[in-house]
DNA sequence: TGTTAGCACTCGATACAGTGGAGTGCTAAT
DNA sequence: ATTAGCACTCCACTGTATCGAGTGCTAACA
């Protein structure tokens, strides 16, 4: 619908926006190589692409800014996704398949990178409890009526939180119960855990002892997840690099989005597994309407493990993290999880 | 040195200027019910001030503001600690011995109320791995050549971390080496494990096989701490909040220096135990030479665990968070850890 | 008919002068 | 010793003028 010169323009009206960061105008567009018009025929497509709602324009005589409806239309159509030089790309990608570490630790690292390479913040999503079986569970005690729950999953994550024995209990009944444990549900997805310990419970139950009630809330109690440590972000401050965010009370409202883990978890939980672009206030949520969120799901043998995403100004260089967010996209070949 | 009414003049001074963030004049504090002398007489004594160090003035017609040294007398003589109300000290009192979690975690979140309270930010520096013991040590195995090294301490404290597993090493040769670990190495400090490690292993040595050099170094790489995980903060955000961080670039800087672990450590470590209030450029750090940093070290049964840092503008409140981090400084009844 | 040169116009950004007021320092009176 | 009075300083604020980048429109042009 837009004709081939509308969108020279508007690509380079965007090109021009994402590094500048200031208005364009037709002078300037008009100067490159690659769109050989008169400002004055630029300005007549200027003023319809403003009518079609792909530029806005801050006030009347200044250069045009693109809008949500314009950023779309480039995300689509237009835009270059050959932005990241393919050394970045190749040094991200040995850094996956370097094996040094946990999948969940080498996710993190990653997004790390990017976030430093691209100056936006990196948020990473781990693995959702659906997607993640238990491998080991186990309880120390510490002296005291209190032990450390640690639960191992087959992704490598670890989970621990502390928990107070029932004086009732004896030690060796708890380990008892432990090994029984490691045995029964080794495997069963996170979800499943405790109604599974439930009925696995149930047929045992006749052969032990029925101070069970207290050790089966115990063991509930220690498998509950925490559920911010799914969330990891880096660069957080890289927004305050960013020119539209040198108003104090914008990167304030932003920050403490980021801060609040259950919206966030929220904000993830919308967008559709694969690559996602959200731009400005096709995000729900209003702190982040100046903003743009990219996410990657990666997947570790077939098997959905989490959510990366990149965050940064609706102004933001998406062929780049879009390229680069693409290592994540092949199945990765990470440490492979224990089936 | 200072006269009681220069005493009297200056506390009313850092007190208005704590409250207003704007530099204060004779006229206030005349108006004030606590001084009761005319604004000529107080100019007379502000200029006195003046000269001895204790404020500084902006510029020629603007009021007085306090320096650093203005502050550091104020914290050592004439500070009100009453500045907490007791409710919100009982508040933190009562969660502090609520035991429900890991000491640690207590802290964390007694920090954290703190940081909301005060609007300031708090910094939780763990137990250093001099106070902290082996309590259990365990591999396990996550299928491929890789097994996550989990290590608890007495304080409570999990740390965990991914290793690969040399192939040659026999896994019931491995289970065996962590039995041994358990029985002679718990209990000893985190500092001494390596060198016990070796020379424990090496009595043992005879006995077992030379495949314990790829052993030996898989263990002490899973012992190896991470210093990060010493760190945790919150609050960060309600730096944006304080009007003397308005400017972008000095929450840039600030902000910056906190996401530098290493560097954060150091400005610890060079605070001695007790409680310790750094003004302004008496900080070593020129990244926060407009903050100050009070920090306490706690204590758990005699023994010195960590220390919680709360870092706000150097126009801080001083009175209230030093009498709100004296709930620390009492030797704390939480989780004990087992001697 | 599509393109472009020309021109009047708009409007933010910048610079500058003027004003008001908060605050000081000094002096002289109490 | 204290304070009232006063001249002085200097920031913050306001209004005005200017500049220039950029636009929209019209008329000329290929």
Known sequence: MLTERQQLILGAIINDYIRSAEPVGSRSISKRGDVSFSPATIRNEMADLEELGFLEQP?????????????????????????????????????????????????????????NLTNYTSIVLGPDSVNQALKHFQLVPLGGDKAVAIVVTNTGHVENRTVTIPQDLDMSDIEQAVRFLNEKLSGVPLTRLKSRLFSEAGEEMGRYADQCEGLL??????????????????????????????????????FSLLEETPAMLR??????????????TENDHEAIASCSLITASYTIDGQQLGTIGILGPTRMDYGRVISLLGVFGSNLKLLRPGH
Chains 1, 2 share one sequence.
Do not use: C
Request: proline share 4%; aromatic share 6%; net charge neutral.
């Open 267 to 280: 904000l993830f939980s919308a967008m559709p597994s694969g690559l996602q672009v959200r731009i400005g």
């Open 59 to 115: 006030h009347t005589s200044a250069g045009r800014v693109p809008s949500t409806r314009g950023y779309r239309y480039f995300v689509d159509h237009l835009m270059k996704q050959e932005a990241a030089t393919e050394s970045e790309l190749q040094a991200i990608r040995s850094f996956l398949s370097s094996q040094m570490m946990e999948a969940e630790q080498v996710i993190q690292h990653a997004a790390m990178i990017i976030s």
């Open 217 to 254: 809330r115990l063991i509930e109690q220690a498998l509950t997840p925490e559920s911010d440590s799914r969330l990891f972000m880096s660069g957080t401050t890289n927004i305050l690099t960013q020119p539209e965010f040198k108003d104090v009370d914008k990167v304030k409202t932003i």
